[in-house]
């Protein structure tokens, strides 16, 4: 090598770093940033997958998504700036950092774009990349769970829960509750169902048991049995007879084997607890609630539920502006079965034959929703068997102060009641159902100090995002849905 040509080496080594380092400084701009921005002319760099690469002899279009917004950046890249290469490498699902200048777009459906200056590669995608193909099965998508955030679809959802969480606080706060912490790991089981996941430190395989032959839990971690909350209403009354009103936002864990579109065996639930709530005040919080939940998702949701609308579900938009619209239908159990058998007496088919004490099934709440009033039913007085043993039980004796709300395609969104403030009368409610007292003690010492009329409701968070995305299977509104035989991920 001569001198000469060693110096313009030299030079283009330095050229170089100082673009590298140039780059390097430049901060990053959000692609939901860069799409508003007018400021045509000005060097941005963008960082993000590719959600499509298409190429031609002239001109390259990628477009680059990064999560911040369900559109994509487009970035024109001039073939010959770019290593060949490196170009061709470029597919579906790689991550790039792209340097270019943002000009107005010439093409349609998008109104900036990138003149390309520089890409670097941060990681290819291989050819078995499983989110490559467009138009998967949802069932496929379940398969693989830890990729399919990357569509557009799982990330409208995300945003969606994300904005659904935020506006929960945001309506609590705002109403003066406060957010209340309540146990994940617990000795009672708040719903008297029986489906609670033990937890256990105890070697299962080398299982302690005592002279009855039963498994003995005093050496184990907690010295009682344990198991993961399926709800936390119970303290969450502790909490709310002593601040006044607050509201739980955790994750439940339910072991019932309901394989259906609607159940979850972990999934997150909201709970408020109001003391000095009368029945008909609890149904209006639940009522303005959900609309307000409702609202934030129209109000700042609007491109993720333009896509779910067009993609998924074309009268999504339509049912969410209908629950704001329309005042909730109250009506009491006795009611809705007087409604439902003259349905039946009139030739409608339930599989579940309806009479005055069962429990509705899903098809007997969507038709009092979706065929008979045709708007959310919040429904009241229920015979007090179907129901929990701490519900208010009313002057008949046979029906108590439960409330639930029943949502067009969803079915049962909210479960509440009124609580049984009285002592005396919870304390034979929960002997005549032969729950433990041992373990319920801390709980009536809230009827025994200062007991006062209380109550509040839950609400199922996925089954709100159901509503609110119009997705039809809960296990697609969860990052990672847990079921009966499934826990991957
Ligand atoms: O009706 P639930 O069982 O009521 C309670 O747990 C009360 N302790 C609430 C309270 O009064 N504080 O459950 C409340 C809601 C249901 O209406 C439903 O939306 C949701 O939780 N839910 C489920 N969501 C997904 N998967 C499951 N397995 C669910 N079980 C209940
Ligand atoms: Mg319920």
């Known amino acids: 090598m001569n001198d000469k040509t060693s110096v313009l080496t030299c030079e283009l080594v330095?050229?170089?770093?100082?673009?590298?380092?140039?780059?390097?400084?430049?901060?990053?701009?959000?692609v939901v940033d860069v799409l508003k921005s007018t400021d045509f002319g000005k060097e941005v760099v963008v960082k993000g997958w590719v959600r499509t690469h298409r190429s031609s002899k002239a001109v390259d279009f990628i477009a680059l998504?990064?999560?911040?917004?369900?559109?994509?950046?487009?970035?024109?890249?001039?073939?010959?700036?770019?290593?060949?290469?490196?170009?061709?490498?470029?597919?579906?699902?790689?991550?790039?950092?792209?340097?270019?200048?943002?000009?107005?777009?010439?093409?349609?459906?998008?109104?900036?774009?990138?003149?390309?200056?520089?890409?670097?590669?941060?990681?290819?995608?291989?050819s078995?990349?499983?989110?490559?193909?467009?138009?998967?099965?949802?069932?496929?998508?379940?398969?693989?769970?830890?990729m399919r955030l990357r569509t557009n679809t799982?990330?409208?959802?995300?945003?969606?829960?994300?904005?659904?969480?935020?506006?929960?606080?945001?309506?609590?706060?705002?109403?003066?509750?406060?957010?209340?912490h309540t146990p994940l790991i617990t000795a009672s089981d708040a719903e008297g169902a029986g489906?609670?996941?033990?937890?256990?430190?105890?070697?299962?395989?080398?299982?302690?048991?005592?002279?009855?032959?039963?498994?003995?839990?005093?050496?184990?971690?907690?010295?009682?049995?344990?198991?993961?909350?399926?709800?936390?209403?119970l303290e969450g009354e502790l909490g709310a007879t002593a601040l006044g009103q607050i509201y739980t936002f955790g994750p439940t864990f339910r072991a019932e084997n309901s394989n259906t579109p609607r159940h979850l065996a972990e999934f997150w639930m909201i709970e408020p607890e109001i003391a000095f709530i009368a029945l008909p005040d609890l149904m209006d919080l639940e009522e303005d609630f959900i609309k307000y939940c409702v609202r934030w998702a129209l109000d700042n949701c609007k491109d993720d539920l333009d896509f779910l609308n067009s993609m998924i579900d074309k009268t999504?938009?339509?049912?969410?502006?209908?629950?704001?619209?329309?005042?909730?239908?109250?009506?009491?159990?006795?009611d809705g079965i007087k409604i439902l058998e003259e349905a039946a007496a009139n030739g409608h088919k339930f599989e579940f034959p309806v009479s005055w004490g069962m429990d509705l099934a899903s098809e007997h709440e969507r038709f009092l929703v979706e065929h008979h009033f045709k708007k959310p039913?919040?429904?009241?007085?229920?015979?007090?068997?179907?129901?929990?043993?701490?519900?208010?039980?009313?002057?008949?004796?046979?029906?108590?102060?439960?409330?639930?709300?029943?949502?067009?395609?969803?079915?049962?969104?909210?479960?509440?009641?009124?609580?049984?403030?009285?002592?005396?009368?919870?304390?034979?409610?929960i002997e005549r159902r032969h729950i433990p007292m041992k373990d319920m003690w801390w709980y009536l010492d809230t009827r025994k100090y200062g007991t006062c009329p209380h109550g509040g409701f839950g609400l199922g968070f996925e089954r709100l995002i159901l509503f609110v995305t119009g997705m039809q299977n809960i296990r697609d509104v969860i990052p990672f849905p847990r079921t009966p035989k499934n826990a991957e991920f």
């Open 14 to 30: 330095n050229l170089s770093t100082r673009k590298l380092k140039k780059i390097q400084t430049m901060k990053r701009t959000k």
């Open 65 to 126: 998504n990064d999560g911040s917004t369900i559109k994509n950046i487009q970035i024109v890249v001039d073939p010959s700036k770019i290593n060949a290469d490196t170009l061709k490498s470029i597919t579906t699902g790689a991550c790039l950092c792209v340097t270019g200048t943002l000009v107005e777009s010439q093409g349609k459906g998008q109104s900036v774009e990138i003149q390309c200056q520089d890409i670097e590669v941060y990681g290819l995608c291989g």
């Open 128 to 146: 078995d990349y499983p989110m490559q193909k467009k138009g998967q099965s949802f069932e496929y998508m379940r398969q693989h769970a830890h």
């Open 154 to 180: 799982f990330g409208a959802v995300m945003r969606i829960r994300h904005n659904m969480a935020f506006a929960i606080h945001q309506y609590f706060h705002e109403h003066g509750f406060f957010y209340f």
């Open 195 to 233: 489906e609670m996941f033990q937890v256990t430190t105890q070697n299962l395989n080398d299982l302690k048991k005592g002279e009855d032959g039963k498994v003995s839990y005093e050496d184990d971690f907690f010295g009682k049995m344990t198991s993961l909350t399926v709800s936390g209403q």
């Open 316 to 334: 999504l938009l339509e049912r969410l502006q209908g629950v704001l619209k329309n005042d909730f239908v109250r009506l009491t159990y006795t």
């Open 377 to 429: 039913v919040i429904m009241y007085d229920y015979p007090k068997e179907i129901k929990a043993f701490y519900m208010k039980i009313n002057e008949d004796g046979k029906t108590v102060q439960g409330t639930d709300v029943l949502f067009p395609q969803i079915g049962e969104i909210i479960g509440g009641s009124v609580r049984e403030e009285s002592l005396e009368k919870l304390t034979s409610e």
